[in-house]
C-alpha cells in the first residue's frame, strides 16, 4: 500500500532530484530553471505540449544532453559533475549511467543482436555479469514481458509493441534505480499501445521508480504517483493525478487537457488538425 | 587454336604462381585497406575539425588520382625524395594506400546513414569510446557496408594488374609475359580474364553471405 504524502520529501528520501535545471539551443531557451523530485518507488509522469521540453528534460537527466545549469541528484549522488566540481569523465559518466535506465521512443533496439542478446547486452559487457546469471534473468525479464518466445528473433522482424516491451526488458535487465520513458507508445500504432503500458502499468505498481514523458492521459491518470506538467521549457503546475486531472489549478493546464477530452490521442497537436475551410471546400464541383 | 591453349596449359606453373600472387597482394591489400579503412572513417566522422579536414584532403586527392600514375609515382617518384622500395612493397603500398581511403569514404557514408538512436542508447546504457564503437556501431555498420566493400576488394583486385608496369610476378605479367614468349595472345589473356573473374566469384559469394546475415536484421 503506498501511503507517501506527495509533499516534498527531505533530500535523502529522494531518488531523483533536479534543482534550476536550464538548458537552451542557441536563442531557445528549451528548459528555463526547471525542478522537481522523485520519491524511491514513485511513478511520475511528465506532461506538456510537443515542444515544451520534456524529452530534453528527460535527456538531461542521463546527461545525453548536456544541460547549461542546475544540478541532479541520483540518490543524493549529482551526475555528470563530479565531487571535484570538473565536469565527469566519459567513462565517470557511463558508470552513473549504468543506473539510470532508459526507454526510447523509437526503441533503439540493437539491430545486429536478438531479442535476447539486446537484452543481454549491456549486462554482460558493460556492467560484466557472469554470463549464466544474467541469462537467467534475461530469460525471466522475457517472459515477464511475455517476449520469451521471440528470444532469437532479431528486432526487425517484431512489431513496434513487441520491440518496446524489448526495450523495456533490455532497460530493466540493468538492475537501474531509476527508468526513464521518453514518449515509449508515440511511435506506436493504436491497437499496440496497450500492450506497453500494460508492462509500465505493471512496473509502477511493483515500485519500480519510473519518470515518463507520454500523452497517454489514462495511463496517468491511473499509474502515476504524481504529474508533472510542462509548457515551453517551465514546470507550470505539479501535483496527484485525481486534482490535475479534474481539477487543474492553472489555466494553462486546463487548455491542455480539454485537448485531450475527448480521448488519449498520442501526439495530437493543434497544428495537425486541418481546419475546415468554408472557401476551399466551394471550389470542389 | 586448341593449340594455343594447349601451350598455355603447358605454362600453366608460370600462370598459376601469378594468380597466387594476385591472390596474395588483393588479400593483402583488401585486409589492410579495410582496417585502416575503418579508422579512417573515425578519423572522418571526427568533431575535430583539423583532424577531420586533413583526412577529408587525403580521401578526395587518393580519389582523384588514376592508380596507374599513383604506382609510378611510388615506384619512380618517391625514391627522388629518398623513399625507395622494392617492387613488391611498393605495389602492395600503393594498393593498401590508395584503398584505404575507398574503404574510409565507404564506411564514413555507411556510418552517417545509421540511425543516431541505437547508438545513443549504448551510450545511455554505459558503453563509451572503443566499446561502444566496436559492439555497436560497428556492427551494424558492417552489414549495411558490406555490398560496397566487396565491390571495392574487387576493385582491388582488377588494380594489382596494373602492377605489372613495376614487373611485379602477377596474373596480368604472367599471362602477358606468356604471350609475348610464345605468340598466343588471344589463348593466354582469356584465361586470365577467366581467372580473375573466378576470383571475383569468390569475393561475391562472401558478399552475399553477409547480405544474408544483413537481411535477416533488416
Known sequence: ?285 | MIHDFGIVWSERGLLLSGLMNTMLLSALAGFCALVLGVLLSTVLMQRARLLAQTARVFVDAARCTPFLLFVYFVYYGLPSAGLRFDNWSAGLAALIVYHTAYMGEILRGAWMAQPREPIEAGQAFGYTGLKLFRRIVLPPLALASAPVVGNQIIQIIKDSAFLTIIALPELTNAASSIQSRRYVPFASFIIAMLLYWALCLVVEAGVAAAGRMAQARR
Open chain 1, 1 to 285: 500500500m503506498n501511503i507517501t504524502i506527495p509533499t516534498m520529501p527531505s533530500d535523502n528520501t529522494h531518488a531523483l532530484k533536479v534543482v534550476g535545471l536550464s538548458k537552451s539551443f542557441g536563442a531557445l531557451h528549451v528548459l528555463d530553471n526547471v525542478s522537481f523530485g522523485v520519491a524511491p518507488g514513485e511513478t511520475v509522469c511528465l506532461l506538456g505540449p510537443s515542444g515544451s521540453g520534456k524529452s530534453t528534460l528527460l535527456r538531461c537527466i542521463n546527461w545525453l544532453e548536456r544541460p547549461d545549469a542546475g544540478r541532479i541528484l541520483l540518490n543524493g549522488r549529482q551526475v555528470g559533475i563530479s565531487s571535484g566540481g570538473v565536469v565527469m569523465s566519459d567513462s565517470e559518466l557511463a558508470a552513473m549511467r549504468m543506473h539510470i535506465g532508459m526507454v526510447f521512443q523509437h526503441f533503439a533496439l540493437w539491430p545486429h543482436l536478438t531479442v535476447l542478446q539486446n537484452v543481454m547486452e549491456a549486462p554482460v559487457h558493460v556492467q560484466r555479469r557472469p554470463k549464466d546469471e544474467v541469462l537467467a534473468e534475461a530469460e525471466a525479464l522475457l517472459r515477464r514481458v511475455g517476449m520469451y518466445e521471440k528470444r532469437d528473433a532479431f528486432p526487425a522482424r517484431l512489431s513496434g509493441g513487441q520491440k518496446q516491451r524489448v526495450g523495456i526488458a533490455r532497460a530493466l535487465a540493468m538492475k537501474p534505480t531509476l527508468l526513464l520513458f521518453d514518449e515509449p507508445t508515440s511511435a506506436l500504432d493504436p491497437e499496440l499501445v496497450g500492450e506497453v503500458l500494460a508492462v509500465m502499468r505493471d512496473l509502477a505498481r511493483e515500485g519500480m521508480t519510473m519518470v515518463v514523458v507520454t500523452h497517454e492521459m489514462a495511463f496517468a491518470r491511473e499509474a502515476a504517483s504524481r504529474i508533472v506538467f510542462m509548457d515551453r521549457g517551465v514546470v507550470v503546475e505539479t501535483g496527484d493525478p485525481e486534482t490535475f486531472f479534474s481539477a487543474p489549478k492553472t489555466e494553462r493546464a486546463r487548455q491542455f487537457l480539454l485537448r485531450y477530452a475527448s480521448g488519449p490521442v498520442p501526439n495530437a497537436e493543434p497544428s495537425s488538425i486541418v481546419p475546415l475551410n468554408p472557401e476551399s471546400a466551394s471550389i470542389r464541383p
